[in-house]
């Protein structure tokens, strides 16, 4: 399994962009990079997935460099409603992959203020 | 699209009867569901994995007994916790995907009080 190491918590400010990166030393070469949200007695909801360069959505971006050890999520201009649990998945449930992308790490704990 | 449907949202039962709550998915048919549960402040923990007409395989250290896993049709996925104690309780979570997709669609999760 790629294990993930992300930040446990970071603090921003409402209208702020918001980087959160993950590393993931060992990601093979099938694995895909996905990232969830989760609310407070929630279940988790997709946001992004990605498996090189940048993708964008209509909520988020990810970056992807080359060696893909790592990959950041951008949350532009952030409100107080983006306040909640985010986490960085990798792996490939297909083709035998290792399924990391089922295990949840501690994920980084994003809190918005006014 | 993708929405999966988790029920009930809360339940409290007493000690030594059993739950079960349900998983649906509504717009998809999901090949493979996922049974998580999550203590306060922590993160998810994968209990079992379960494909349609199959057995659920089982994480390590989760109790195959105690918490019984149906995957009866592509939309619905059941768990049965049988002879609740309070040590499960704990927030439920169900996840569901098809072939190909390397995303998971979550429920809404069931939060479990166990007296």
């Known amino acids: 399994l790629a294990k993930t190491t992300q930040p446990i918590s970071m603090d921003s400010y409402e209208g702020q962009e918001v980087n959160i990166t993950c590393s993931h030393n060992?990601?093979?070469?099938?694995?895909?990079i996905t990232w969830y949200q989760q609310f407070p007695s929630q279940g988790p909801r997709f946001i992004i997935q990605g498996y090189k360069t940048k993708v964008t959505n209509e909520v988020a971006s990810l970056f992807i460099p080359a060696d893909r050890k790592s990959s950041t999520l951008s949350l532009p201009r952030v409100s107080l409603s983006d306040t909640a649990v985010y986490y960085c998945l990798v792996g490939n449930m297909n083709y035998g992959g290792s399924q990391g992308n089922l295990i949840f790490g501690k994920g980084t704990k994003l809190s918005v203020k006014p | 699209g993708a929405v999966v449907s988790q029920h009930p949202s809360w339940v409290i039962c007493k000690s030594g009867t059993s739950v079960k709550i349900e998983c649906r998915s509504l717009?998809?048919?999901?090949?493979?569901m996922f049974w998580y549960r999550q203590f306060p402040k922590q993160s998810l923990m994968l209990m079992a994995t379960?494909?349609?007409?199959?057995?659920?395989?089982?994480e390590q250290g989760v109790e195959k007994d105690k918490f019984l896993i149906n995957h009866a049709s592509l939309t619905l996925s059941t768990l049965t916790v049988t002879s609740a104690h309070p040590e499960d309780s704990s927030f439920y979570i169900c996840?569901?995907?098809?072939?190909?997709?390397?995303?998971?669609?979550f429920g809404s999760g069931t939060q479990l009080s166990v007296l």
């Open positions: 379960s494909n349609e007409g199959s057995k659920a395989t089982y």
């Open positions: 060992n990601i093979a070469t099938n694995d895909y």
């Open positions: 996840s569901a995907r098809w072939d190909s997709n390397e995303k998971l669609f």
């Open positions: 717009d998809f048919q999901a090949t493979t």
